[in-house]
């Protein structure tokens, strides 16, 4: 196995901006980081980066494609061993919005965590960490009292979250979804439903710790040249999610390691 120091750490879309620096942070830390990138070419460069900041090896997933997500969790497995945290860093922001924009930013930025999440959290440590990289954006003031309230069910579970975020789906492509209640981003719907995604799996296990973290508006490809906060700022609070010893929070939404509204 090849978990060394400080253990495994594993951060999905990590080959530029946010996750990048998260891989770079961890390794300084201590961690044995596996950076991932659709293209295993993309994760070499980024991790040649990285070379002197610590143990960083690159391996190919792409988060929107189940046979990737399979292939990944077969070889971390195998190869890889027990994972101390799991980062879902891995988004997209598409300009526009219609069917299309709306079914592949869910692919990454919601399934794909979700397929992630399923497929490693049996390698994760007990005690270990599963950190949501979300936004502020995903906060609920955007949507009806009817869809805030069955995003906060307390009973909600991952086929009801699903369903929730398929109604979505269907009312973007009859443009009903305004009348339904949604806000038009497939962003902003994105992380709604990551965070909601955090609370039932923080429910359901708690030998695991899940949290998600909004890093800020971070200068990256993502968030513009005009962002208030550098990578390293953004990190930071990933990090600390990834990191948290034994009592840390679980179930909850973090910036700057101190808890905001859901």
């Not at 990737?68 to 945290?85: D, N």
Request: proline fraction near 3%; charged fraction near 20%; hydrophobic fraction near 45%.
């Amino acid at each position: 196995m090849i978990g060394r120091g400080r253990g495994n750490v594993v951060v999905t879309g990590s080959n530029r901006g946010l996750g990048l620096e998260t891989c770079r942070q961890l390794a300084e830390q201590g961690f044995s980081v596996v950076l991932t990138a659709r293209a295993r070419s993309a994760a070499q460069a980024a991790a040649t980066r990285l070379s002197g900041a610590g143990d960083v090896q690159p391996a190919e997933l792409d988060v929107a494609s189940r046979e990737s997500v399979a292939a990944f969790a077969s070889w971390a497995k195998r190869e890889l061993g027990p994972i101390q945290a799991l980062v879902n860093n891995a988004g997209v922001s598409l300009k526009g919005f219609d069917a299309q924009v709306v079914q592949e930013t869910l692919a990454v930025n919601f399934f794909g965590a979700l397929e992630v999440t399923q497929a490693l959290e049996p390698l994760v440590v007990d005690g270990g960490s599963i950190v949501m990289v979300s936004s502020g954006m995903g906060e609920l003031s955007a949507y009806s009292p009817e869809l805030r309230t069955r995003f906060l069910d307390p009973e909600l579970d991952i086929r009801a979250l699903v369903t929730l975020i398929e109604e979505f789906v269907a009312g973007v492509k009859v443009n009903q979804h305004e009348r339904q209640g949604w806000p038009s981003s497939a962003y902003r719907v994105s992380k709604a439903a990551l965070n909601a995604l955090t609370r039932i799996l923080a429910r359901d296990s708690a030998r695991v710790r899940v949290n998600s973290v909004c890093p800020g508006w971070v200068r990256t490809d993502m968030g513009g040249r005009g962002a208030s906060r550098d990578v390293a700022q953004g990190a930071h609070g990933i990090v600390w999610a990834a990191t948290l010893g034994e009592g840390g929070p679980h179930g909850g939404f973090f910036r700057d390691c101190k808890p905001i509204a859901w």
